[in-house]
């Protein structure tokens, strides 16, 4: 009996972990890019078509910047310092406790083309080798408004819910933009590994006799 409840109070105490600090593993392909060739640093040259992965975080305890509260155009902001690490064919990013901007929008109003909408975007600046400052975003968007329903970080992101899933890259100057675009197919929630630590533990200390 001491071993089971031992077990779930570390289970409890591993779940609160997991409440706090969210990773996500995305995958995809880049279906679209922009910009002169000439102007596209040598790792990005040639990606259509190309596979990406990668994983972004964020913590739920971060108190959001509210914009426009209780209205319809309500918006949320959980910018934090985090980590995201990204693979792109020749292009490996690792950006490690930087500053991260992260947007929710429930049921957001927008007068053109007048339709409610549900939001979620997370995007960083760094650079890409010598070439200079390039702006990452990963967003989903629901043109129902009806996939969210609070303005919390959400927990999880089935693909199937969204219109649009999509992973960009833009970087360049105003004479010479150049960007990039690929189609996000899956997302996965992985734990972290404090809280399997622990689960671990509470079952090893169920199975001695």
Do not use: C
């Not at 899956?186 to 590994?193: A, D, F, K």
Request: glycine content about 4%; charged content about 15%.
């Amino acid at each position: 009996m001491k071993k089971i409840i031992l077990f779930f109070s570390l289970f409890l105490f591993a779940s609160n972990v997991m409440a706090q600090i969210y990773t996500f593993e995305f995958t995809g392909h880049v279906y679209s890019a922009g910009g002169a060739l000439a102007w596209r640093p040598e790792p990005l040259r040639d990606i259509v078509g190309q596979n990406f992965t990668g994983r972004f975080r964020y913590d739920d305890a971060v108190v959001p910047i509210i914009e426009n509260p209780d209205t319809i155009y309500t918006r949320y902001y959980y910018n934090q310092n985090t980590s995201v690490e990204i693979s792109l064919d020749e292009l490996s990013i690792t950006y490690l406790n930087k500053p991260v901007e992260i947007i929710v929008d429930n049921n957001h109003y927008e007068p053109r083309p007048r339709q409610y909408y549900d939001f979620f975007s997370y995007s960083f600046t760094t650079n890409i080798s010598d070439f200079g400052p390039a702006k990452y975003q990963i967003y989903f968007l629901d043109t129902t408004g009806t996939v969210f329903n609070s303005f919390a970080l959400p927990t999880s992101f089935n693909v199937s819910d969204f219109d649009t899933n999509v992973f960009n890259i833009y970087m360049g100057t105003d004479e010479h933009p150049i960007h990039f675009y690929g189609q996000i197919i899956n997302v996965e929630l992985i734990p972290e590994p404090t809280a399997l630590v622990f689960l671990t533990l509470g079952t090893l200390l169920l199975r001695r006799k």
